[in-house]
């Protein structure tokens, strides 16, 4: 196989593995407080995370640029303390995947913490236990289900990123073109079989991961 | 049901006292002010001389820091823990030799020998029972509060559970509150009867008193009631809460 196939499966799977730790790690505390704590501006909150669900991916990607770019909000002075940039790195990669991945996580892992028997909560604080200890062996573990079902849609999610990751990373031979941009430039520069190996292999790939999810889920639930 | 309001004043000793009352009455949600689960809009609630809730002094204790033991009505027993496990759950604050004492007093306390690695789901429902008392007690908390515990139980199981949790009250010599909204559980165990209505008490005393003079004398059964016990006692005054549903 040729080895910027080999590359592009590589960095597709590395950008969809880090940027779904990230995802798990945000998505599980977000999905608490939002399931848990009544504040001013949640319901905002909520709708501003869930808004790259529903953006065209290139929406989301031109916020990121604005934010992160080297004259963005926050990439300004991060260029000018550092001298580097986060764009067109596979950096830039995770950071797209992760912001349009990460509202499958907090959604269905709020609805599964949301749907934890009150009396299990209130058990446990009346057996003395903390808000953290009652999180972590209460509330985390009924709500299992949920949090992996959302961390495998992430991770799928994730690795099909074309839009944002285009935006932000780019299309650099070799740096960051992950499979779905891959085939997309091999296949609008015309190279029909490469693009079909990669197809199948992208669509083979996703369906062996979608199957041993779903075995996995059943297994530990 | 929404704007419900519960005001009720009531005070017990080292004694079982259950609230007795229809569906709705405002007997739970009683249990659930005093475990601090919910805060009263007005009023105090006082355990000797600990003060876990007070209005004017803007004292509420949270739950986890006041130390009674609480038995919910479908027991919340943590369905993704053993038996053992959900009983050690209990024990907050004492060490590993410490709790591995107290696990195995309790299991010998509550008959759940060779129980211990089962979940929930694989045992009865008089064992489960018996699990969800072992955990609220094995901290010994200064006192037992039971939400209609026995209701999901066939009769001679409850029966058999009545007699159980009078003999556990006599060993571990806390004071209980039982909500039950069945009369002749009421009867049965009670030592003193407090008989809610509307989010009222409408007559407190002695059961056999209660079934004598039912309601007529209600007054004078409050009137009485205040001086009747001394120590332990639990304080609670004219609290009232507009509770959604």
């Avoid at chain 1, 590589?10 to 995802?23: D, E, N, Y």
């Avoid at chain 2, 009683?30 to 001389?49: K, S, V, Y």
């Avoid at chain 2, 039982?178 to 559980?185: Q, Y």
């Amino acid at each position: 196989m040729e080895n910027s196939i080999l590359f592009s499966l590589r960095l597709s799977l590395q950008v969809a593995a880090v940027s779904t730790v990230f995802i798990v790690l945000v998505g599980i505390i977000t999905a608490y407080v939002l399931a848990r704590k009544d504040f001013r501006g949640k319901e905002v909150v909520d709708m501003l995370l869930t808004l790259p669900m529903v953006l065209p991916p290139t929406v989301t990607g031109f916020y990121l640029i604005m934010l992160l770019g080297r004259n963005g909000l926050l990439g300004r002075p991060f260029y000018e303390l550092t001298g580097l940039s986060i764009m067109f790195t596979w950096y830039a990669a995770v950071i797209a995947s992760f912001v349009v991945a990460l509202p499958l996580m907090i959604k269905t892992s709020r609805a599964a913490m949301e749907s934890v028997d009150k009396n299990f909560i209130n058990a446990s604080y009346t057996l003395g236990r903390s808000e953290l200890e009652t999180a972590l062996k209460v509330i985390l573990p009924l709500s299992k289900k949920g949090i992996i079902a959302g961390a495998v849609l992430s991770f799928a999610r994730a690795m099909g990123e074309f839009g944002a990751t285009l935006m932000l990373a780019g299309n650099l031979p070799g740096k960051t073109d992950t499979m779905p941009i891959a085939i997309y430039s091999t296949a609008s520069s015309g190279e029909w079989s490469k693009a079909n190996v990669m197809v199948i292999l992208f669509t083979m790939l996703s369906g062996l991961f979608l199957y041993l999810s779903n075995k996995l889920g059943k297994r530990l639930i | 049901m929404d704007g419900f309001s519960l005001d009720v004043e009531w005070e017990m000793g080292n004694e079982l006292a259950v609230l007795v009352g229809y569906s709705g009455a405002g007997k739970s949600l009683t249990l659930q002010a005093i475990a601090g689960l919910m805060g009263p809009d007005e009023g105090n609630i006082r355990l000797n001389d600990c003060v876990y809730f007070d209005s004017t002094l803007k004292i509420n204790v949270p739950p986890q820091k006041r130390s009674f033991g609480y038995v919910f009505q479908d027991l919340a027993l943590f369905p993704h823990m053993t038996v053992n496990e959900n009983i050690l759950y209990g024990a907050k604050g004492l060490d590993k030799r410490e709790s591995g004492d107290a696990l195995r007093e309790m299991i010998s306390v509550f008959h759940l020998e060779r129980l211990g690695n089962n979940l929930p789901s694989e045992i009865s429902g008089g064992q489960k029972q018996r699990v969800a008392l072992a955990r609220a007690l094995i901290r010994r908390p200064q006192m037992l509060l039971l939400d209609e515990p026995f209701s999901a139980l066939d009769n001679p199981v409850r029966r058999e559970m009545r007699k159980f949790l009078l003999k556990i009250r006599s060993e571990f010599n806390m004071p209980v509150i039982l909500v039950t909204h069945d009369i002749s559980e009421a009867y049965t165990m009670a030592d003193t009867m407090i008989v809610y209505a509307g989010g009222r008490i409408v007559q407190t005393g002695p059961p056999s008193e209660v079934f004598n003079n039912p309601a007529s004398q209600e007054i004078e059964l409050l009137l009485k009631s205040g001086g009747l016990f001394n120590y332990p006692r639990i304080i609670l005054t004219a609290f009232s809460k507009k509770a959604a549903r």
